[in-house]
Nanobody, 118 residues
């Protein structure tokens, strides 16, 4: 069973930085793409960043140049470095992966709260 566990959230002032981590187990980590999503109160969950198995990255426009997704395959961990944080980045951040081709299954972590004060 795939398990994702996030850590690293917290309260930070605007302009500050946080690094989120997501440890994966129950799968061959190097063979799966990884995503970070976020969900703010009253809003839909949105895709923030993706990293493929070969390290190609993509970002939500509003976080480009501020957030960096990376992965450490030997540690089965994906990271989200968040710099120049803004109050609008406040949300619960979730780690995600989708496994399977014919019947893909989404796996989610429990989420970690990021709160940016102005």
């Amino acid at each position: 069973q795939v398990r994702l566990v996030e850590s690293g959230g917290g309260l930070v002032q605007a302009g500050g930085s946080l690094r989120l981590s997501c440890a994966a187990s129950g799968t061959i980590f190097s063979l799966i793409a990884m995503n970070w999503y976020r969900q703010a109160p009253g809003k839909q969950r949105e895709l923030v960043a993706t990293i493929t198995t070969v390290g190609i990255t993509s970002y939500l426009d509003s976080v480009k140049e501020r957030f960096t997704i990376s992965r450490d395959n030997p540690k089965n961990t994906v990271y989200l470095q968040m710099n120049s944080l803004k109050p609008e980045d406040t949300a619960v951040y979730y780690c995600n992966t989708r496994i399977g081709v014919q019947r893909p299954t989404d796996y989610w972590g429990q989420g970690t709260q990021v709160t940016v004060s102005s």
